[in-house]
């Protein structure tokens, strides 16, 4: 498959201001000096905790935010450095879904209106378009005359897809989709996303923090923490052989039914998230890292490929998958205790 999407050392930094004058007191780097690839036609999900910096990524993906260092590349250009008319071209190609699909939708305009958006936005013909894009996402023509109000959550969603679909775009930016759903809705909805995806030859970058469901529509995984990108690989890889200890706490807080009387390790590594303001040195997960040496805490890892198609940002990635399972068997030895 061919690339997409290439991103090089973006960065992203906003000074934090304080006192009547506002003087600059410190930066908070919400991404730093991130590189990955999107293949087309694929699906790559986005992992991490909330404050990780993923939305930003996002939105600088999405042309909402303008990145402080680096690039990104779609179809071989720099987006970044486009002009206003350049820009509005490739706006088509690009196209997002919120999280919150109440929130994404205009509450006064009827949903026929909405759907018709991008099309009078670019000057095409409105003919037919809505009842057209309701069909695709498999939803009634008549609710064209609904305002966002009276419909279900899970039809709404539907109506943010259709809208991201109308100008037939290349790539589109998934921000925690179903989220907001409940269960059973959420599974119509990916499976939705899926056959869009083969019908139209769609590139999906899947943004969430639920590793279920990421699981479930990734082809390839990247892991994300304090705004770096700490592991990244085939969902298999990722999943059946994690190589930075941050990807198997996030594994191993999953929920799980087979053993609930048991501690779960993740309970004694997770701890507290440090200020992005007062971020650790060397390596960013040192303060919560069961494996942390001196090493760790002095010299930041690179990211680096430790197994064909399988990068991690750790010193020790090629001991992780034994130590920590070795770590996890001594937790599962012992009994529950409360508190």
Known sequence: MTTLLSIEGLR???PVRSGLLRRTVGTVKA???????????????????????KSTLCYMILGLDTPSAGSILFCGKDITRLGYRERKAWRKDIQPVFQDPYGALPPRMRVGRVLEEPFRIHGLDTTNRAATLLERVNLPPGLVDRYPHEVSGG??????IARALAL????????EPVSALDVSVQARVLDLLESLQADLE?????VSHDLGVVRYVSDEIGVMYLGELVERG???????????????????AMPSLRQPHLRRRSDQV??????PLNVPSGCKFSTRCPLATDKCREERPPLR???PGHWAACHYAEEVPRRMRDLKSETEGAEYEPG
């Open 168 to 175: 037939d775009p290349s790539l589109v930016v998934l921000d």
């Open 31 to 53: 991404v730093d000096g991130i590189s990955l690839e999107i293949k087309r036609g694929s699906t790559f999900g986005l992992l991490g905790e909330s404050g990780c910096g």
């Open 305 to 307: 490929e430790v197994m």
């Open 155 to 160: 039809q709404r969603q539907r109506v943010v």
């Open 202 to 206: 769609l590139t999906y970058l899947f």
């Open 270 to 275: 997770r701890g507290e998230q440090p200020s």
């Open 234 to 252: 085939s969902a298999e890889a990722v999943y059946g052989n994690a190589l930075h200890p941050y990807t198997w706490t996030l594994l191993w």
């Open 12 to 14: 992203k930094e906003y």
